[in-house]
């Protein structure tokens, strides 16, 4: 299945509130939560995409002709590709009524086990989500990593003690939730974290440890402090705190600030393979993306998925090779410009 033929698939779903654009830029889903979209006034989604667009790449084609490897070791565990997909809590509300993010969790975990790339799933609301998701991941090689919401720090540790029986390479907690509408009032106890309370989930957690939410070297510190393995650099796609800056203009910051030490992942508005070489040459360590695999799953189930994977594959060895990378260690920041 070509990734054209998802798109037009997608178009065609009745009750689907994804318009399946040509490019995912957060504009025609604006300011709709729920839905796809982002915290009112509905601009964050499209700032994290246009930040990509500012970013050109300088092309270095003197060069060997030799061979692009795109391999990455990411919290220990050796993967193909340097992309997670994003973490989905629910796609009832978001997307459609009919669809169900237990079986959608389930067609990524397959797609990426065949491209090589890392999953990750959100324990969301509904508890039946997290006993599947992980039990699946499990008879697939452990790819799926945990993402757990904010809640109260028992509540995480008893998640992290589920998980843990089923070997995920990772296990993440998502700090910036707090600021999602409906959670707090969904749970009391969500809510912000302090470097003491991470250092705590860190040392529960007995695997490597990702903190996601992350927007500022300051941030970046505190989680450094607090043990973390990784982070995540992201606001969310733009859907819990408006007027924040885009993913790509703090990367650089927060990759002088802590790179080398932790791991770091970017996500927001990354669409393409070009997007990815240029999140590398930034400071990032893989990228995550999110909305685009939940299109591709309307518009092709696993199938669909598959197509977006394999063309991100080809668009970052493309890139890698007329710039001058042949493995990921090679790209540098001089090899972007903005
Ligand atoms: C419908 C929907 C549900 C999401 N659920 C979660 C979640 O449960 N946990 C989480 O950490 N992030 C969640 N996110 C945020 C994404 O994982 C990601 O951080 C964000 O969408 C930015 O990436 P993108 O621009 O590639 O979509 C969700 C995003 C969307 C659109």
Redesign the pocket.
């Given at each position: 299945m070509e990734y054209k033929e998802v798109l037009e698939n997608v178009k065609k779903i009745q009750g689907l509130s994804c318009k399946g654009c040509a490019e995912?830029n957060?504009l025609a889903c604006g300011n709709t939560m729920p839905g796809?979209g982002s915290k009112a006034p509905g601009n964050g989604?499209n700032d994290?995409?246009k930040a990509w667009r500012n970013v050109k790449v300088n092309m270095d084609v003197i060069a060997p002709s030799t061979a692009v490897d795109m391999s990455v070791k990411l919290l220990g565990r050796e993967f193909k590709l340097p992309i997670i997909t994003?973490?989905?809590?629910?796609?009832k509300w978001?997307?459609h009524p009919d669809s169900d993010v237990r079986e959608y969790n389930r067609a990524i975990i397959l797609a990426c086990e065949k491209a090589g790339a890392a999953a990750?799933f959100?324990?969301?609301i509904d508890p039946a989500v997290l006993p599947d998701t992980i039990q699946f991941g499990a008879e697939h090689g452990g790819i799926s990593m945990p993402?757990l919401?904010p809640y109260s720090d028992e509540e995480i540790m008893e998640k992290m003690d589920f998980c843990r029986k089923f070997d995920p390479f990772a296990m993440?907690v998502?700090i910036?939730?707090a600021g999602l509408p409906h959670l707090r009032a969904k749970n009391i106890s969500a809510g912000t974290k302090t470097i003491e309370q991470l250092a705590k989930l860190k040392e529960h957690a007995g695997i490597p440890f990702v903190v996601?939410?992350v927007m500022s070297a300051k941030s970046a510190l505190k989680a450094l402090e607090a043990g973390a393995d990784a982070l995540?650099v992201?606001?969310?796609?733009?859907?819990v705190l408006p007027g924040t800056p885009a993913t790509a203009e703090v990367l650089p910051e927060i990759a002088d600030a802590v790179g080398g030490k932790m791991q770091i992942i970017v996500?927001?508005?990354?669409?393409s393979g070009l997007d990815i070489f240029k999140a590398l040459a930034l400071g990032a360590d893989a990228v995550?993306?999110?909305?685009?695999f939940?299109t591709c799953y309307f518009g092709g189930g696993e199938e669909g998925i598959s197509a977006l994977l394999n063309k991100l594959s080809a668009e970052l060895s493309d890139t890698m090779y007329m710039c001058g990378a042949r493995k990921l260690d090679d790209i540098t920041r001089d090899m972007v410009r903005f």
């Open positions: 995912c957060g796809p989604a994290n995409w994003g973490p989905v809590g629910s796609i978001q997307y990750s959100g324990d969301g993402v919401n993440c998502v910036d939730s996601k939410g995540i992201s606001n969310h796609g733009g859907r996500d927001g508005g990354i669409r995550m993306m999110c909305r685009p939940i």
